[in-house]
């Protein structure tokens, strides 16, 4: 294993062991809960959005390493992100981890590149995606 690689594994590590934002939001404006019926990962996502700003957000789940440091990976792209920005955060990350023939991760994405060994294996996609398939559904009002 290549020192990337390493470093990639720290990071999912560090993620799912310490996450970011974990918790209930007390004056949350949007949620949703996601769930995987395929291997039972589940996010519940708390945001609360003022005049179109992500000012606060939240999450609680239970799952594998990937679902659960993808959505606290997630949680810090959003602060201080607009609605507009957050959706197309989504559509960046969707995009590149079901195309695995990009080479390399978008820059907005920061420790999210962690996750780009999980897009070789196709099955654990659906973990890493399930948090901003969440995000997505919660700014949909879903």
Known sequence: MDDEEDLYKEIIVDHSQSPRNQG????????HHGYNPLCGDEIELQLQVENDLIEGVAFQGSGCAISQASASMLTQQLKGKTTAEATA??????TWMKDRQAPECP?????VEALSGVRNYPVRIKCALLAWTTLEQALAGN
């Open 24 to 31: 209930k939001l007390e004056h949350a404006t949007h949620h």
């Open 107 to 111: 820059g907005e994405l920061g420790d």
């Open 89 to 94: 955060l989504i559509s960046t990350f969707k």
